[in-house]
T-cell receptor
Framework: AQSVTQPDIHITVSEGASLELRCNYS??????LFWYVQSPGQGLQLLLK??????LVQGIKGFEAEFKRSQSSFNLRKPSVHWSDAAEYFC???????????FGTGTRLKVLA | DTEVTQTPKHLVMGMTNKKSLKCEQH?????MYWYKQKAKKPPELMFV???????INESVPSRFSPECPNSSLLNLHLHALQPEDSALYLC??????????????FGEGSWLTVV
């Protein structure tokens, strides 16, 4: 079955601390992988994406993610979190031949001042 | 800034009303989507239009009626909704299926409250 798992429902970090959000997937085809961020009351903004090539991808707002095929993971990282990063983060997986991208259940990030 | 714009941002409607949500994309995409998102949940796919034709309907009740007048516009007509239909409705767009590295881009959403 195709699925995306975000094991952490909530994560709380202090401002300036590093961050890692986990994402594991199960997908039959070669996956396209995405991270989106959703601030309260807003739509989903694309942070970064992976299709092929270099397994470490850089995104907006200082985020990066690493694709590990052997672990079926695509974890999101940021070296120093800012208060404005408090939001909901969704991992998603898709493929070239489909419109039905699969979203994880999301991780809500809280940032302590 | 998003290149997928949605109007209105907020809508309150009664269960007997007829209203519409509107979406416009300026990215030259040929696929457009409607998603529904309840609080603290991921978005759920409702409809996909590809080249202005309905490609996917995820068994959505007929009180939701999508329309794609042209490649850059997408509407969602609402009629006889129920309170449980209250949610954030997200429009999105992408290149057509089969495009390498296809990415879905979302609008800011329309908050719908059914009273």
């Amino acid at each position: 079955a195709q699925s995306v798992t975000q094991p952490d429902i909530h994560i709380t970090v202090s401002e300036g601390a590093s961050l890692e959000l986990r994402c594991n997937y199960s997908y039959g085809a070669t996956p396209y992988l995405f991270w989106y961020v959703q601030s309260p009351g807003q739509g989903l903004q694309l942070l970064l994406k992976y299709f092929s090539g270099d397994t470490l991808v850089q995104g907006i707002k200082g985020f990066e993610a690493e694709f590990k095929r052997s672990q079926s993971s695509f974890n999101l990282r940021k070296p120093s979190v800012h208060w404005s990063d408090a939001a909901e983060y969704f991992c998603a997986v898709g493929a070239s031949g489909t419109y039905k991208y699969i979203f994880g259940t999301g991780t809500r990030l809280k940032v302590l001042a | 800034d998003t290149e997928v714009t949605q109007t209105p941002k907020h809508l309150v409607m009664g269960m007997t009303n007829k209203k519409s949500l509107k979406c416009e994309q300026h990215m030259g995409h040929r696929a457009m989507y409607w998603y529904k998102q309840k609080a603290k949940k991921p978005p759920e796919l409702m409809f996909v239009y590809s080249y202005e034709k309905l490609s996917i309907n995820e068994s959505v009740p007929s009180r939701f009626s999508p329309e794609c007048p042209n490649s850059s516009l997408l509407n969602l007509h609402l009629h006889a909704l129920q309170p449980e239909d209250s949610a954030l409705y997200l429009c999105a767009s992408s290149q057509p299926k089969g495009t390498k590295g296809n990415t879905i881009y979302f609008g800011e959403g329309s908050w719908l409250t059914v009273v």
